[in-house]
């Protein structure tokens, strides 16, 4: 087990309360914010080097968010932190009674490609907010993001409580069979479900942020250049490697004639009329990611872009049309900028599809009808939602990131992370005294003792009305 | 069960369970089968485990109503779309938490407590607007058969199901795709639930067990202790998951414990605890014969006697206990309280955290400090100081364990989150398509410190001490 040293020396640590002080947590987090700043641009290199990355992109993504997440939590962590006090019940009613923010231990966090530093980053945030020691494994397909965090984050943390390891996949099965107190992974469903029959073996909870087909649905009462826009922007960041990009349109084959044109339009007003000339476009990461989102073009028809460059592992922004629900692209998360538009008669027929498919981390509705937005919000399911734009939900520190499903299990961002992180002990602290009261719930048992006892116990139902 | 499930996962997609009438008219049913199946619920518990009415009115019926008057009284408050604070790009949009349920639930309860450790998690799938699948165990066979045979005629057939099965069967009813898994057992059991969950990634709560630690300091008022840790121990014969497991004192206060629990003893089961109403027996022969062997470990300092046929073992304590004895091997579950000596406070934390995690610790002590210490220095579920089992019977503190404990929590607010997602939602305007262009290509470096300000939430960032 060659993990094993390590895991005991993180796990020596923290039994020593070491990571538990504010003063400790907050020590790391203000250090995290030193390296993002003092190490921006080798970030910016790194991740350009990657999978070309635009600057902007990762100053944004990688970056600027995870700032967001270091300011709310260090602007928080005090209350965060706090013995929560509860209501209480009358035999309870002079004791005290509070929920402890309780750290798990020594956490696992592994980490994916597509924004390697913020899907590492965030979710140490809230680790180390919660007072725990973590293990960081970042993937190792962005191998200079990955040598990056190896070398250099460590550097800013307090090393005895604190490691990245490097792994592939068979070193990071083996990394699985140490004893862990929380795993947070974040990658596709299928390493999921190896990661939670991992963490079973050990009872180890776990977050997982998986990922899907995220279905957008377009409604015929739109602004459709608005629309063409916001669509296209949350597909082609990121040359499509994001896991809440627009995966799917779904819409009327009327708008689909509106939007092929706007699209068209919205592409070269970002990307200027040759996109593998604009440096605002990224590229694939690998190879083996290149193939796999080439071979789904073969899917329906190009009606925009379609162009690959495999030496630079170059997609063009594209658009397929005439695609079935049966087609390979429909059957597993495109992960490209490619975007395939399948045609619906209406907003039932658009509900029905996407609730006959796997559970998605987001679910999108363009409509300038409200209602419209809130019936494929009630009749859908999905980790998140967005009416009227894409991605602009998880950057909100204050909404709760995560999936249902095959998408995922559990949630982060903002005071969700800490919480993730954090095991909210049950705490009741009685008098020594006070014996009397007791004595009711004690043996030789009485009908006249159980009748005082449920009364000053059970909780009475209030009002007696039913509310609609 | 592929057909049921099917059905359940059908009548689910129609909606059927979402509407708050739908789920009051469901939770105000299951107070109606408490009070009308009262009777039943007393015999079947006696029939199956000896416990005394008074404790099932008190563990099985009065809990179950307290948590679905408090599901009731709040319902819609939970339910409620909860509006979040937005930063400078989102302010003129709707950002909020929506709570959706999972879909098709299955929750599996154990036998010691059969109605509550059922009714309880059932009542929060249900408030959370979920179809459920209950698995009763079949260990305590005549609640089994009663809530098979009468649970399903006060609910919603169409949403709610009760399953019976042995272990066979449990295995096959968890290869099917649920969308949510509620576990009460044992921790091996767990590993095998968590393990099926797997395949389908099914969120999962686990509410276990393990051998839950009593420190009784040598600053405390001896009988009392005696009393609380005495009732704690032998309410339902012992098979209670948060039970106090073992104590861990000194010397000089097990020599005064020992006269004090003697005492308590008798004040509660009279001198011969087999002839009181108010003690119960072992739910099972496998049981009876497991727990039964854990008697030979240490020197028996009070009770010991058994009677076989009848399933019964005396309040018993056990003193000269060793770490390695078997009777510290496994939870207990059963009327025996082991006393292991340690030198000091520190010591007996070290012995605590030497262990597996505990769903309750439990700490005795006149002295704020030293509460505080165990408390800060340890790691469990649940904690409570200067009484046992108290702790979970508050609606509003979570009630989970840690690590081979548990995984998640639940009881009031908890239960109807834990059978919850929460969907975050953004609701943006059609128009306002300026502001959106800051963030589109052609990038501009210069927009950064634009895009920042708009993103960040509208508050003064200073690190605090």
């Not at chain 2, 639930?105 to 979920?130: D, F, K, M, T």
């Not at chain 2, 220095?377 to 508050?394: Q, V, Y």
Request: proline fraction near 6%; charged fraction near 20%; hydrophobic fraction near 40%.
């Amino acid at each position: 087990n060659p993990y094993a040293g390590l895991v005991s020396r993180l796990r020596a640590a923290w039994l020593l309360g070491k990571t538990r002080p504010m003063q400790h947590r907050v020590a790391q987090l203000e250090a995290l914010g030193r390296f993002l700043d003092e190490k921006k641009q080798d970030i910016l290199e790194a991740t350009a080097a990657d999978m070309g990355k635009p600057p902007f992109e990762a100053e944004f993504s990688e970056i600027l968010l995870c700032k967001n997440e270091l300011h709310e939590t260090l602007n928080n962590l005090g209350t965060w932190m706090k013995d929560e006090h509860v209501d209480r019940n009358l035999v309870t009613q002079l004791d005290s009674a509070f929920i402890r923010k309780d750290p798990y231990g020594v956490v696992l966090i592994i980490a994916p490609w597509n924004y390697p530093i913020h899907l590492i980053l965030v979710p140490l945030i809230g680790a180390i907010a919660a007072g725990n020691c973590v293990i960081v494994k970042p993937s190792e397909m962005t191998k200079n993001s990955e040598q990056l965090v190896v070398e250099v984050l460590p550097t800013y943390l307090d090393n005895d409580c604190f490691a990245v390891v490097t792994a592939g996949v068979q070193e990071t099965t083996r990394l699985l069979e140490n004893k862990f107190d929380y795993i947070f992974f974040t990658g596709n469903p299928t390493v999921g479900r190896i990661v939670m029959t991992a963490a079973a073996k050990h009872l180890t909870p776990i977050t997982l942020e998986l990922g899907g087909k995220n279905p957008c649905y377009v409604s015929d009462t739109c602004d459709v250049q608005n629309v063409a826009r916001r669509v296209a922007w949350g597909r082609f960041f990121n040359a499509g490697q994001t896991c809440i990009a627009p995966d799917y349109v779904l819409c009327s084959v009327e708008m689909r004639e509106k939007l092929l044109p706007a699209l068209s339009k919205a592409i070269s007003d970002f990307y200027g009329p040759n996109p593998q000339e604009s440096p605002d476009f990224g590229r694939i990461v690998g190879d083996k990611h290149f193939q796999r989102v080439q071979k789904l073009l073969g899917s329906g028809r190009v009606a925009i872009g379609g162009q690959t460059d495999e030496k630079e592992r170059y997609i063009a922004p594209t658009v397929l049309v005439d695609v079935l629900p049966s087609d390979s692209i429909m059957q597993e998360e495109i992960f490209g900028p490619v975007l395939p538009i399948v045609t619906v008669a209406n907003v039932d027929e658009a509900i029905a599809l996407i609730n006959s498919r796997e559970q998605p981390l987001a679910v999108y509705a363009f409509s300038s009808d409200d209602k419209v937005v809130n019936q494929v919000l009630e009749r859908t399911s999905s980790g998140g939602f967005c009416g009227n734009d894409t991605l602009m939900h998880v950057t909100l520190t204050s909404l709760p990131f995560g999936g249902m499903g095959t998408s995922g299990l559990g949630m982060y961002h903002g005071k969700f992370t800490f919480n993730t992180f954090t095991h909210h002990r049950g705490c009741l602290h009685r008098s020594m005294g006070r014996e009397a009261l007791n004595a009711l719930r004690y043996p030789p048992y009485s009908q006249h003792k159980l009748g005082i006892v449920r009364a000053a116990s059970e909780v009475k139902r209030k009002g007696g009305c039913t509310l609609l | 069960h592929a057909e049921l499930v099917s059905r359940l996962r059908a009548v689910w997609l129609s909606g059927k369970t979402r509407p708050m009438q739908h789920r009051v008219a469901q939770l105000e049913a299951l107070g109606r089968f408490l009070g009308e199946k009262k009777q039943d619920i007393l015999e079947a518990t006696s029939a199956d485990m000896g416990k005394p009415p008074f404790e099932v009115e008190l563990s099985e019926i009065s809990i179950c109503r307290s948590e679905l008057n408090h599901t009731l009284n709040n319902l819609s408050t939970w339910m409620k779309d909860e509006h979040v604070e937005k930063n400078w790009a989102t302010q003129l949009d709707s950002a909020f938490i929506r709570k959706d349920p999972y879909g098709v639930v299955l929750i599996i309860g154990p036998w010691n407590y059969p109605i509550n450790l059922l009714l309880v998690p059932l009542i929060g799938a249900i408030a959370a607007g979920n179809c459920v699948v209950m698995k009763p165990s079949e260990i305590s066979r005549n609640v089994e058969r009663l809530v098979a045979e009468m649970l399903p005629r006060y609910l919603d057939q169409d949403c709610f199901a009760v399953v019976t099965a042995g272990v066979q069967e449990t295995t096959r009813l968890l290869e099917n795709k649920f969308d949510y898994i509620f576990f009460t057992g044992s921790p091996s059991v767990g590993r095998i639930v968590m393990t099926a969950a797997a395949k389908h990634l099914t969120p999962i709560t686990l509410e276990l067990g393990g051998k839950n630690p009593c420190y009784v300091s040598d600053t405390c008022d001896v009988q009392n202790v005696a009393r609380r840790v005495a009732w704690g121990r032998f309410f339902n014969a012992g098979q209670t998951c948060i039970a106090p497991d073992y104590v861990l004192c000194s010397v000089e206060m097990r020599e005064k414990l020992l006269p004090a629990l003697h005492e308590a003893i008798a004040e509660f089961y009279g001198p011969n605890p087999q002839e009181s109403p108010d003690f119960g027996r072992i739910v099972g022969d496998k049981q009876f014969q497991r727990v039964q062997a854990l008697l030979r470990s240490g020197r028996v300092a009070i009770g010991g006697q058994i009677d076989a046929e009848a399933r019964y073992i005396a309040p018993t304590v056990l003193v000269d206990v060793q770490q390695e004895d078997p009777v510290m091997q496994e939870e207990i579950f059963g009327p025996i309280l082991p006393i292991l000596t340690v030198a000091s406070m520190d010591d007996a934390i070290d012995f605590m955290n030497a262990q597996e995690r505990p769903l309750a610790l439990y700490v005795f002590s006149s002295c704020k400090k030293v509460v505080s210490r165990v408390l800060e220095r340890t790691s469990s579920g649940g904690f409570c100081a200067n009484d046992t089992i108290m702790h979970m019977t508050l609606t509003s503190l979570p009630f989970g364990g840690i690590g081979q404990s548990g995984i998640g929590h639940y009881h009031g607010r908890s239960s109807f989150e834990t059978f919850s997602h929460r969907r975050s939602a953004l609701l943006r305007g059609a128009g306002r398509e300026a502001l959106n262009a800051l963030r589109y290509p052609p990038y501009s470096p210069s927009r950064l410190p634009l895009l920042r300000a708009a993103t960040e939430h509208r508050r003064t960032a200073c690190t605090l001490l």
